[in-house]
């Protein structure tokens, strides 16, 4: 078995069938838990699907956790849909369809009047069943529990949780992890159609454009000197940076600042470092 920082790889499994055939799966590796440990990520996974269904998040219609007998968890449903980024990648949607409706099926997150209940609303996360988005990743959950955002499990470190506060719960957060990977997969394209679909929510377009107007519009010629102190609590900011200035960066950059909190910090810092002297040689 796979080795992850000396702890052996348990599966965290989330199944979703439609017409009594599979139409996605997802293996979420994970150090292994007792069972009292397993039972509240269980009640965790489900707690968060009845927020999100109760903030209008199209959910699926049937969802069942189920633990193993080696303390694994087996999530499924029984219609979940056609995954959502496939179609989108085969063309089968245009990129305008995909940001549109992902920002419809999350306006009752963005409108939160303090952020309660976080989403990573990515089109890799939802599926389409009958003309419908539903969003189908219900782990790590990410809600308050006790006055502390839950962001993964085991929870990280408190530097880590905050990132990952800013990430997923905050609004900007969550449009701008959706604008990194619709400009991923589809490109140009996919830039323009979510330039023109936020337009529909202008105080989050705005706090988009504002980095863009200090730091490059105002002062061009001192954009290395801005960028150069940068650490690693401004990945998002750096991703912001080179799409707008080097829109054939967006892959390398994105790859190289990847914020998942089970890679290591330090490892993560490095990647941050690399990521930030390819866009400076660009400059």
């Not at 069942?64 to 989108?88: A, K, P, R």
């Amino acid at each position: 078995m796979k080795k992850l920082d000396g702890g052996e790889l348990r599966g965290h499994h989330s199944v979703f069938f439609r017409d009594n055939r599979m139409v996605r799966k997802i293996l979420e590796p994970q150090y292994p838990f007792i069972r009292e440990e397993v039972e509240l990520w269980k009640k965790r996974i489900e707690v968060f699907y009845d927020h999100l269904r109760r903030l209008g998040v199209p959910v699926v219609p049937e969802h069942h956790v189920v633990i193993n007998g080696d303390n694994s968890l087996i999530e499924h449903s029984t219609d979940g849909g056609v995954d959502f980024q496939e179609l989108l990648i085969q063309g089968r949607i245009t990129p305008q369809q995909a940001v549109e409706e992902i920002l419809a099926a999350i306006a009752g997150v963005l409108d939160q009047a303090k952020p309660q209940v976080g989403i990573d609303a990515q089109p890799a996360h939802w599926c389409l069943a009958d003309g419908q988005v539903t969003y189908v990743d219900y782990h790590p959950p990410y809600y308050m529990e006790d006055g502390v955002p839950l962001v993964g499990f085991p929870q990280p470190a408190e530097a880590d949780r905050e990132l990952n506060f800013q990430r997923h719960y905050s609004p900007l957060g969550i449009i701008r992890s959706l604008r990194f990977n619709i400009v991923r997969l589809a490109g140009k394209e996919g830039e323009t159609a979510f330039c023109q679909a936020i337009k529909d929510y202008p105080t989050l377009a705005e706090q988009l454009s504002l980095l863009i107007v200090e730091v490059i519009r105002q002062q061009p010629e001192r954009l290395p000197e801005i960028i150069a102190p940068w650490n690693l609590e401004r990945v998002n900011d750096l991703r912001e940076i080179a799409m707008f200035c080097y829109p054939e960066l967006v892959n390398p950059v994105l790859q190289l600042t990847m914020v998942d909190f089970r890679i290591s910090r330090e490892v993560r810092r490095q990647r941050f470092e690399e990521a930030k002297q390819l866009f400076l040689q660009h400059c």
